[in-house]
């Protein structure tokens, strides 16, 4: 799946690549993974879609180098999300 993630860290925000979407989380490929563990808001944009998801996620997994098999990035997990952005990712779901 397409779409775009910001990720608010205390460091600033930084973009990364939606690779996949779930009820439980997100893969994104991003060149800099923070640590497994680590904790931030991210904001889940696609193409096409006036909908955006906000969650307070933790990363669960990291890529931390580029492979035949999968981009450098990281699994997040979502720890938090309002009742409104789950509607919205449910929505989003729907139509993927």
């Not at 096409?48 to 669960?60: M, R």
Request: hydrophobic share 40%; charged share 25%; aromatic share 10%.
């Amino acid at each position: 799946m397409d779409g775009d993630v910001k990720i608010f860290t205390n460091g600033g925000t930084y973009l990364g690549g939606l690779r996949d979407i779930s009820e439980g989380g997100i893969s994104v490929a991003t060149k800099t993974p923070y640590e497994v563990g680590y904790e931030m808001f991210v904001s889940i944009e696609l193409p096409g879609s006036l909908e955006t998801v906000t969650a307070l996620a933790e990363v669960v997994w990291v890529h931390p180098l580029e492979a035949t098999f999968h981009p450098t990035g990281m699994g997040l997990k979502f720890l938090s999300l309002r009742d409104e952005d789950y509607y919205k990712l449910e929505k989003i779901l729907e139509l993927a």
